[in-house]
């Protein structure tokens, strides 16, 4: 049986760039750097939005336009500190909201769309 490593890239294309880096900036506080690496390529190259959280283990998170289709009907959930603030930041941030905080068995979670139908989940873990 092979081993398979553990993710360390989320990529998603989204229909506009700048209002959906916005919204993923303001609404749920991940700290998206603009790139351009100058590459032609559908998976790595041209204009996006980026972070790399490189505390324990890596994950990179990157937006770009989508080349076809947007991505919709993803799902990323976000580990927070304060869910009861978080979500009023989300909402002041205009986020929609598919549900406010609640009790799920591993935590208090609430639930976003983002403009293409993906979905950001918000955790407490308790």
Do not use: C
């Amino acid at each position: 049986m092979t081993k398979h490593g553990r993710l360390v890239a989320i990529i998603l294309e989204v229909s506009d760039l700048d209002s959906s880096a916005a919204l993923y900036r303001d609404a749920f506080g991940i700290d998206l750097h603009p790139g351009d690496n100058g590459v032609d390529d559908r998976w790595i190259g041209g204009r996006h939005t980026e972070i790399s959280w490189r505390e324990g283990a890596y994950l990179h998170f990157a937006l770009y336009p989508a080349k076809e289709q947007p991505t919709s009907g993803a799902q990323i959930t976000l580990s927070v500190n304060d869910i009861d603030d978080a979500h009023a930041v989300a909402v002041r941030a205009g986020a929609h909201v598919l549900h406010e905080p609640r009790t799920e068995p591993w935590g208090r979670s609430a639930r976003y769309r983002d403009f293409d139908g993906n979905v950001i989940e918000l955790t407490q873990h308790t």
